[in-house]
Structures are given as C-alpha cells and as structure tokens.
C-alpha cells in the first residue's frame, strides 16, 4: 500500500536534480485538454475544468508524473499523434477526452491510451442527467483520476510480471511485490515481503519500499503468519518511510495503520486522515479507513466509506466486499453481510470466519461449523486464543461479539494439541 507537484518532479529531473527513486521510475502521464461537443456554447466551460481538475486531482499520486498542465495546453485544438508526445515528452500514458452538455444531460468520454503503441487501455462513458450539480462534478473527476491509477497501474504491473527476475529494476519490483501482495496467503505475503526486501536493497531511498515492507509484516502479524514480535522492525521501517519521504500519503497510510495494530486509535485517525486529505480519490486508502472504523467500534461509518469508496473504484478488488461484509456483522446486519460475503465463492480463511460468525446469528449453526471445518483444514491453528491476541478491536463488548460467535461456530479455544494458556483473558 503514496508531496508531490509533479510537474516540478519532472522540471527537477529535467534540470538534473537527483529525484526521488519513485520519481525516476514512474511513468509520465499527460492530461490531453478535453474537447467540448456541445452544440451550443458551454458558458460553464466544463471540458477546460475537466482538464484542469483532473490533471491536478491526478498528480495527488505519487506514482505517476503528471506532464503539467502548461505543457499539456499548448496542443488544445492540435491533434498529434500519440508516438509524437511519446517520443517528444516521455508520456507514456495519455487520457484523451470529450464532453457533451445540454439542458438535461452531461456525458463524458475518456480514452486511457498507451503512448508508444497508439494503444486504448480503458475507455468509459459516464452519463448524468438532470440538472448537473457541484458535487455530480466533483465525482466525475474522482471517478476518472481513479480509474486512470488503476488501470495504469495494472499495465505496469504486468510489464514487471513478464521481465525475468534478474532484470528488474526497483520500481519493477516494487511493482511485482504489490502484485503478490494482493493475494491471501502465507505463501504469497512472504513472497511480497522477500520482494520489498530487494526493492530495499536496489533502492535504499525508496521511501515507499520501506513503508510496505512495515505494512506487510504488519498484515502477517494480524492474521497469525508473523510472530507478534516483529512489530518492532515493522515500526523501524515505518519511521525510516517518512524520514526519506515525510509527504508521500502511502507513508502516513503506514504510520496509521501501525498505530491502529498497536491500539493507538487516536493517533491512527488523525494519521489516516491526514493521508485522506492528501489524496481523496484512493478508494483503496478509503476502504482500510472502513477496517479502521470497524475495529474502532463505528461500523455505520464503516459501511459509509465502503460504499463510497466502491462508487470510486466501481471495477472494485475483491476485498472490498469482504470488508463491506465484516462491516455489516459489526454493525448487526447479519443479512447482508451474509449476502456480501457470499459474492466471493473464493473466500480467504480470514473471510469465511466473518461469514461463519454472521451465519452464527442468523440461526444457521450448521453451515457456521462447516465453513469453521474448513478453514480448520486450511489453517489448523486457528483458535480463539490466537484470534483474540491479533485481535484489533477497541471496545472489549466489539470483541466479544465477534469472538463468542466463531465459539459457536466451532472455533476451537486453543490450537490442536496445545496446553491451556491459564492467563489468557476471557471474553
């Protein structure tokens, strides 16, 4: 799991100032200015807010080098071709759009196009009718920004997935390690962590390495593959983050969530939004803001970030259903969150527990039990001794709701074969 005018970025590499590693190795990005349709006179002049709005809301990400707006400008009405602003710019992605205002109506087009190969990556049309509001505008831009980072970022991904291992550089495997950091299993994290690890040591000034090799122990930690005890390194690599990149929102989005796993609830809503101000288009950053509401005991708030952050994202990861899920049995509503982990029918272990404990109240023992066998298979480990020491929850009754349920469900107490730990709390 992110300050940053990129258009001074790319006037200090241009100067032949040293830039920062993530600087020198993220692609450049270009804002084409958007072309008006209209029929009649725009006097609200959207396609230039467009442009403006969404080459600045664009470079709130570090990841990409966002060519300035300025530059940008000076081809409105000038078609060129896509390999001309490859060759002459560095851009190697570029958004080309339009729009189409009447009365009753705003449609926007945009075309996600890679440079060198003149090649569509995405394409979308969004559509609103009615009257056009502030905020209607203000989701488009969201949506768009989005969009662009996420599909950039999956193309990036799969040109480091495809190079050999011996001829990647930092950023490529930076890239790779985020890719089998996205999977669930012990296997794949410690891949990811081994992967961070080398960024570490191709780029020792990659802030952001840092910072999601602390998060990825981190996550390990919580789900019992990572002896509590690394949490100390975990905080060493989170400091040494923010000393090489103080401004980047990826590296206060550690800070907060090392806070949140070290019960510092405070400090990890005021780190979390602080982040949040920084960059208010990341649906991902939005989405762990939700598990923080769970664990900090307000689950309506919860639901409201999921389902904000699933109207960004709307081609959403997985887990976001998963979590909507935990945030609705967190909230009592068994139901749905039944209903929403029931999209998956890939559950992760960590998953199928919440699911296990929703059925639990809605009166269905059996199935709970079930689901609980078969994640005994997958990880016979798990107990609720061990749950409760990775447990995050602020408020003790949180706990036990959660805890009392997996009981029901058939969670064992301890691990098979161990002794019973007289001074372990109850709940």
């Not at 692609?27 to 002049?45: E, Q």
């Amino acid at each position: 799991m992110g300050g940053k005018n990129t258009g001074r970025d790319a006037q200090l590499v241009d100067r032949g100032v040293p830039a920062a590693p993530i600087e020198r190795f993220a692609p450049r990005v270009m804002v084409l200015p958007f072309i008006d349709l209209s029929l009649a006179p725009d006097p609200m002049h959207i396609a230039d807010g467009l442009t403006i709005d969404v080459t600045t809301e664009l470079a709130r990400f570090p990841n990409l080098r966002v060519l300035s707006l300025n530059t940008a400008l000076t081809y409105k009405g000038w078609p060129v071709p896509p390999q001309r602003l490859h060759d002459a710019l560095g851009a190697r992605y570029l958004l080309e759009g339009s729009v189409e205002l009447s009365s009753d109506r705003l449609v926007v087009t945009v075309q996600l196009i890679r440079a060198a190969a003149d090649e569509e990556l995405w394409a979308e049309r969004f559509e609103r009718l009615g009257a056009f509001s502030l905020d209607d505008y203000d989701d488009l831009i969201c949506q768009i920004v989005a969009g662009m980072d996420r599909h950039i970022a999956q193309v990036e991904t799969e040109g480091a997935l495809h190079k050999r291992p011996s001829e990647v550089n930092a950023y490529e495997a930076y890239q790779r390690a985020i890719h089998s950091f996205s999977h669930n299993t012990k296997e794949e994290l410690q891949a990811a962590l081994d992967l961070f690890r080398k960024v570490t040591e191709l780029e020792p000034g990659f802030a952001r390495a840092w910072g999601y090799l602390a998060y990825t122990t981190i996550r390990g930690v919580t789900y019992g593959w990572i002896e509590p005890a690394a949490m100390d390194q975990a905080q060493d690599w989170v400091r040494r983050a923010l000393e090489l990149d103080p401004t980047d929102y990826y590296n206060i989005w550690d800070l907060a969530f090392l806070h949140q796993n070290c019960g510092r609830f405070v400090q990890a809503e005021r780190a979390y939004q602080r982040a949040w101000r920084l960059n208010p288009n990341d649906a991902e950053l939005l989405a762990e803001m939700a598990e923080f509401s769970i664990c900090n005991g307000t689950p309506k708030l919860a639901i409201d970030q999921m389902r904000r952050a699933i109207e960004i994202a709307q081609d959403y990861p997985r887990w976001y259903d998963w979590t909507l899920g935990h945030a609705y049995f967190a909230s009592g509503d068994y139901g749905r969150a039944v209903a929403r982990l029931e999209r998956d029918p890939a559950l992760p272990c960590h998953a199928r527990l919440i699911l296990a404990a929703a059925l639990v109240h809605l009166g269905e023992p059996e199935r709970a039990r079930a689901i609980v066998g078969q994640v005994l298979q997958e990880e016979p480990r798990t107990s609720v001794e061990g749950l409760r020491q990775t447990d995050r929850r602020r408020r003790p009754q949180d706990r036990a709701h959660w805890l009392n349920a997996l009981r029901a469900a058939g969670v064992p107490e301890r691990p098979a074969g161990a002794r019973p730990n007289v001074a372990a709390e109850e709940v």
